[in-house]
């Protein structure tokens, strides 16, 4: 029920779509009939995971050092946003991509939670693959139901630059009805996933939003690991942030911050992180080695095998070591009485002095002690409430 309420494409969509003759033999050149063409606009047709084929624009900026991975909000299509992506290209100095959702557009196939998380992958694919655009040199950008598939995406980068939430919902359900806990039936937990995201986030929303509530915002910049200063807009609604003047201005003062911070290092694999949960397991890796690697995993089990061994030796050789010291003091102990006086003292010498305790030192007493925590507040444990129970809810009825 959740997912009818989420999406709304816009029928019919303001563009279209046709296939060109590169001229370079390099095959076709998608073109958007409907917009004013842009130099150094781009437009690319890419097939998701789940099948479908996605409309994406990519918008280049020669003096850009970042690149904004844009998902729109809903009733929008590339053709409305074209050339707001072009004018934030030129103000933020950036390269910008957007793309439209399965089922908006000219995108085929349906709408869906999942859908969009498979659309968002394909763009930043192709960011990847197509332009080598590293994911330490990329901010994705988030507005209204696209702060969906971009938290999904955040969590799974680790080495992402920044995330950028424009009026962001706290999850689906909780757009139409003001619910205390996650149920299994929501949709975009934003909520849960924010956590998930190391690196700085950008909250902009307005304090009059009558679409998504103000508190949305609130709440998932107070839940960010790493808060940048928010963005609340005095008396600005959902769909006119861009209108006021301090949009633009926070916008290209965090792009300026985020460019001095140093990168993350890059993840040697191109696949995504599966989400991180918050049990004490450890994942054992899925690369089953082979040839010399068995070999060499055979050989330092061999080895921490004989260590075992030779410690188990060690340990099982003390009791006796102390029991030949107790019969030594002894022997000599009876040798002592049946000494004469001019011999007790040297008897009394040969005796091994007793062992002094050995004084207890705390070695992390000191390492413990200087530890400091910062940003307490997100380490702060959410109520069941918050968190939502693991109580089995009944279904919403239309």
């Not at 047709?45 to 844009?70: C, E, H, M, Q, S």
């Not at 690991?225 to 209108?243: Q, S, T």
Request: glycine content about 8%; hydrophobic content about 35%; aromatic content about 8%.
């Amino acid at each position: 029920m959740a997912a009818k309420f989420a999406f709304f494409p816009p029928d019919p969509p303001s563009y279209g779509l046709v296939a060109a003759d590169a001229g370079d033999g390099t095959g076709v050149r998608w073109e958007m009939i409907g917009v004013t063409k842009r130099e150094g606009a781009e437009v690319k047709r890419l097939r998701t995971r789940k099948g479908n084929d996605i409309v994406a624009v990519f918008v280049r900026n020669p003096v850009a050092k970042l690149t904004v991975l844009y998902s729109h909000g809903n009733a929008a299509d590339l053709g409305q946003l074209y050339d707001l992506f072009i004018e934030l290209s030129v103000h933020l100095r950036v390269n910008l991509m957007g793309y439209d959702y399965s089922g908006y557009g000219q995108s085929n196939g349906r709408p869906t939670e999942h859908n969009t998380y498979a659309d968002i992958e394909a763009a930043y694919s192709c960011l990847e693959k197509t332009y080598g655009v590293l994911a330490q040199d990329v901010i994705l950008y988030g507005q209204s139901v696209g702060s969906g598939p971009t938290l999904e995406l955040a969590a799974r980068l680790p080495s992402l630059r920044a995330v950028v939430l424009h009026s962001p919902i706290l999850s689906g359900l909780r757009v139409m009805y003001p619910v205390k806990r996650t149920y299994w039936f929501d949709i975009y937990k934003n909520i849960d996933k924010i956590q998930l995201v190391n690196c700085p986030v950008l909250v902009i929303h307005g304090t009059d939003d009558d679409i998504v509530n103000f508190s949305h915002g609130k709440r998932l910049w107070e839940l960010c690991k790493e808060k940048y200063e928010p963005l609340w807009i005095k008396g600005a609604n959902h769909c006119n942030l861009e209108l006021y003047p301090d949009y633009i201005r926070h916008l290209k003062k965090f792009i300026s911050v985020v460019e001095r911070l140093p990168p993350k290092s890059p993840q040697t694999s191109n696949s995504f992180e599966k989400p991180r949960t918050t049990s004490g397991a450890t994942e054992l890796p899925s690369i089953i080695p082979d040839g010399k690697e068995k070999s060499r995993v055979k050989s330092r089990r061999s080895i921490n095998m004989k260590d075992k061994h030779r410690r188990s030796l060690e340990q099982k050789e003390r009791p006796r070591l102390s029991v030949d010291r107790l019969f030594s003091f002894d022997r000599r102990e009876k040798l002592r009485r049946r000494s004469t006086d001019h011999f007790e003292d040297a008897s009394k010498e040969n005796v091994d002095p007793p062992e002094k305790p050995r004084g207890s030192f705390d070695r992390f007493g000191g390492m413990m002690k200087s530890v400091g925590l910062c940003n307490i507040d997100c380490l702060k444990v959410l109520s069941p409430g918050e968190l939502g129970g693991n109580k089995k809810e009944e279904h919403l009825t239309s």
